[in-house]
């Protein structure tokens, strides 16, 4: 195995500071392997937080990639 990355990115959003509950976070927590030269594995573990009314931004989400280069 030639490396392994780890990265971790975090993202926050008050459009109104004002206003109760209305923010929007990210955290993401990434694994890159790099088994060949030219070629990444990465799985990356999102965990969201929205605003109440919107249940479909609330989900968390596993994404595997694999990515080639030229």
């Known amino acids: 195995m030639r490396g392994v990355g780890l990265r971790v990115a975090f993202g926050y959003h008050d459009p109104d500071l004002d206003t109760a509950q209305d923010h929007r976070s990210r955290l993401a927590l ?14 990356t ?22 990515h080639g280069f030229l």
């Open 30 to 43: 990434t694994l890159e392997v790099f088994p060949l030269p030219f070629l990444r594995l990465s799985a």
């Open 45 to 66: 573990y999102v965990l969201r937080e929205d605003i109440p009314q919107r249940v479909e931004d609330r989900r968390d989400a596993f994404i595997f990639q694999l």
